[in-house]
T-cell receptor, first 114, second 115 residues
Framework: NAGVTQTPKFQVLKTGQSMTLQCAQDMNHEYMSWYRQDPGMGLRLIHYSVGAGITDQGEVPNGYNVSRSTTEDFPLRLLSAAPSQTSVYFC?????????????FGEGSWLTVV | QQQVKQSPQSLIVQKGGISIINCAYENTAFDYFPWYQQFPGKGPALLIAIRPDVSEKKEGRFTISFNKSAKQFSLHIMDSQPGDSATYFCAASGKYGGATNKLIFGTGTLLAVQP
């Protein structure tokens, strides 16, 4: 059982570079989301998707893009990385939505922007 | 503005003791309140959850107490064990429209259970 798989695990970027964090789930979940975790701030929702072709913004969407072309995949794109985007990123999925459903998290992607 | 306020930031408990973590919220449209447990280097995992139509939910050594009028809820870990040492997050999500798709987390509590 793979669950939610994130790649890469670790990444160092230079300011201004772009990159994509990959996320895949094999549970046929409709809902997928991206969070960032920063010390003292908990997890904050970046973007989420309720199905293929449907995405929406969370609490902290600026500087990030997402798309959902398949049920399985939900990549997160940083178009022009900034030091403020240094964080641990978690992808998550659930059967349907956040309320009342178990959300399964990946193991995280550690991103450092220098 | 933190929509879900969690305390304490850190907690040290002796083995066998009771760990208590508290959360408070302002948005009365929240109707789902889960607790997540996170070990170092791992993603959070659902521990236990409650809806506001009940005042308490128990699963093994873990209990959520919910006070709707005070807009507060807490996690109690009975007979705390060293293996419970982790970071605990409370969270909340709403019941209408887009709010059902947004899980808002507290800032986390680092629990250390000493043997």
């Amino acid at each position: 059982n793979a669950g939610v798989t994130q790649t890469p695990k670790f990444q160092v970027l230079k300011t201004g570079q772009s990159m994509t964090l990959q996320c895949a789930q094999d549970m046929n979940h409709e809902y997928m989301s991206w969070y960032r975790q920063d010390p003292g701030m908990g997890l904050r929702l970046i973007h989420y998707s309720v199905g293929a072709g449907i995405t929406d913004q969370g609490e902290v969407p600026n500087g990030y893009n997402v798309s959902r072309s398949t049920t399985e995949d939900f990549p997160l794109r940083l178009l022009s990385a900034a030091p403020s985007q240094t964080s641990v990123y978690f992808c998550a999925s659930s059967l349907q939505g956040a309320s009342g459903n178990t959300i399964y998290f990946g193991e995280g992607s550690w991103l450092t922007v220098v | 503005q933190q929509q879900v306020k969690q305390s304490p930031q850190s907690l040290i408990v002796q083995k066998g003791g009771i760990s208590i973590i508290n959360c408070a919220y302002e948005n009365t449209a929240f109707d789902y309140f889960p607790w997540y447990q996170q070990f170092p280097g791992k993603g959070p995992a659902l521990l236990i959850a409650i809806r506001p139509d009940v005042s308490e939910k128990k699963e093994g050594r873990f209990t959520i107490s919910f006070n709707k009028s005070a807009k507060q809820f807490s996690l109690h870990i009975m007979d705390s064990q060293p293996g419970d040492s982790a970071t605990y997050f409370c969270a909340a999500s709403g019941k209408y429209g887009g709010a059902t798709n947004k899980l808002i987390f507290g800032t986390g509590t680092l629990l250390a259970v000493q043997p």
